[in-house]
């Protein structure tokens, strides 16, 4: 489960907002220079999942075999971003002063990541069931938000 690295995501974006709040006052009441961004990258080709494979066929007993592994960075996946791309990507968005830096990658655009972040807060608003996109009794009507609002802004 990815439990742990999306609760390791959630308190990292809480504990930035809130730094950066605590830096904006600063900025605005003393002069402050300081500043704290929040990257939010999309699907990267990372080491990640190989080392997950790597341990659990450590724990199990069995040989490893980096080449069955979906993707990682000598095995790149096509819809995801080297991790160079994403740093070029955060430092041009720091030039800009953006506190949320919102990273594309090759298969999601950035106009399905707003779609999708919208339809999640309205998980809260609404009363749905968590993670609704993927619950049986709304993952159709999500497809259905989707198409229906793609390309309206």
């Not at 990292?12 to 605005?28: D, I």
């Not at 999640?120 to 709304?138: Q, V």
């Not at 938000?145 to 802004?153: Q, S, V």
Request: hydrophobic share 35%.
């Amino acid at each position: 489960s990815n439990w742990t690295y999306n609760m390791s995501k959630a308190a990292l974006k809480a504990y930035t907002e809130g730094l950066e709040h605590e830096l904006r006052t600063e900025r605005l009441e003393s002069g402050g220079k300081l500043r704290a961004a929040l990257l939010v990258p999309g699907w990267v080709n990372t080491e990640i999942m190989a080392k997950k494979v790597r341990d659990a066929a450590k724990a199990a007993g069995d040989d490893y075999n980096k080449d069955k592994v979906f993707f990682h960075e000598d095995k790149p996946a096509s819809g995801a971003w080297m991790s160079p791309q994403v740093v070029d990507f955060m430092l041009e968005e720091l030039d800009k002063e953006r506190f949320y830096i919102l990273c594309p990658d090759n298969d999601v655009t950035r106009e399905v990541d707003n779609l999708r972040m919208d339809w999640a807060m309205h998980d809260l608003i609404e009363n749905r069931p968590p993670l609704s996109r993927w619950h049986p009794d709304y993952k159709d009507k999500f497809n259905e938000y989707l198409e229906a609002n793609k390309g309206k802004k």
